[in-house]
């Protein structure tokens, strides 16, 4: 008879054959055919016992892609969402190279130092000793262009603390007791608040009008002081697309350093438009031309139009500047500099911006950016001429066809209509014929203070608008059809928006509308559609000057690092 330890083996063994049964049976039938569609693959909280068929896998996140927004339809971002076959290939090969390690593929990070090269001459760096040297232009590929925005500032700040400490004649410890600060805009990239917070420099914000979108060299000389490390240009703020009046703002710091004995320098935040700038005609000088320009950063997978995740940062040279950020490494089997934050990371971006740079070439990138700024023009004319009531529909507040700036649509909803909804309330019935289209407050957060500002100096916070951001894969077909798109949305609002008490709204609504619990017997009454949420504005109680469709739906508005 056998033993009990002997019957659990048999039956551990049991338990083993049929779990194998049920693997070699679920390996063999089409997903949809199979248990694995009873589960909830995204809301697993335990890490699973046994493997799955590649196919399977594979299926899992097409399906769960499927519910996400389209990215080709997308206008609220500037990253790039369409690659030729060719290019995903040559992303496959850097996925398996780590481009922290120089020694073992010198020949790829020659590539990463050849599109340095390449991009220091499209900014008319000047040819520094270091070049002269070693060939390479001081500059690193980075993890976007917030990785290469913190790296500048860091070096601007390491710069200036060498400066001040000899001015002064303090020693290390004493000179890290001062506090420096940047000048920049309050139409900011994200990284810059991280930028700010991280890394202990104070913010000298600079607010700008909504008319005019940029900062002013007269408001950027009042925030100058000894303890100024830098001045920010914005080339390209993602609100608006503006250019940030760099040439003239080069003027105000050469005459403030001279007058004072200071060497405060520029950065440009090129995250969009140092892919653009260059491919434009009657710009005035915004770059190394300028000799108060010492980096200029570049997000490459916005219209540099390589893969998400990279960056650039270029350096006029390395003496006072990168040479502050480098860091030697020797460990893994030789010795090289390494200049970024992030340290592994793998050769993608790198390797399709160098294809996409030998695929274009300088006139392809030129066609590209025409492009993208005759269809800018076709919906920047098409909301243009939209009226309501004898009153034009839209504010325009992009820099028009008038001046060089980014292929951006920006505008909103005119205040002397006195709409009912907002740009945000358009934004979301957009959304219903699938176009994503952001709309957002004329607010920002001060870095300082961590409080909600208004965003410029002659606008309330509480204002809306919106941005259409036409990337090289919105072709003038799909330009019409949102033209077409946004002319039935504002018609479906002037007729359905309306003013609602929130007595008169379910159980459920109005707990979803105080943030309060909703019970089950209440979840089980619901059936209000999303065109239903969005046709009311809410007023009473606690919840007055708030929209349904703003509770329900607004998103965060991280579009500020997009």
Known sequence: MASEKEMDSVKELDKRVATLEHLYSANGLPYHSSEYTETLQCHTSKFPEYGMPARHVHQIIVDTHAMDENERLNTSSYVNVVFEPEELEVAKIGMSINL???TVYPVTYQLHDQVINLLAKLWNCPDSDTFLENGVHAGAGTVGSTEACLLAGLALKFRWREWYSHRHNLSPHEVRREVPNMVITTMFQACWEKFFKYMDVEARIVKPSYESMVISPEDVEKQIDENTIGVVCVLGNHYSGHYDPVHEIDAVVNRVNKAHGWQVGIHIDGASGAFIAPFQ????????????????????????ESVCGTGWVVWRQREQLSEHIAISVSYLGGNADSYTLNFSRPASGILVQYYKILRLGFRGYKAKVSHQMHITKYLRDRLRVMEKDGEKRFVMLDAGSDQPCLPVVAAMLNPKLKLPYTDIDLQHTISDDRWYV?????????????????LFDNMDASQTMFRIVVKSNLTMTMAENLANVFERAVAWLDE???????????????SVMKQTPVSPDQVASRTPTRRRLLSARVVGGDTSASTL????????????AC
């Open 281 to 304: 005609e009657d710009i005035p000088p915004w770059d190394f031309r300028l000799p108060s320009v010492l980096s200029i950063s570049a997000s490459g997978h916005k219209f540099g």
């Open 100 to 102: 922290a390690d120089q």
């Open 438 to 454: 952001c709309g957002y407050h004329m607010e920002y957060t001060n870095p300082n203070t961590g409080e909600e500002e208004d």
């Open 549 to 560: 469709s703003g509770r329900m739906f607004e998103r965060t508005q991280s579009h500020a």
């Open 496 to 510: 359905n928006f309306r003013e609602v008490e929130l007595d008169s709204l379910s159980p459920l609504l109005q």
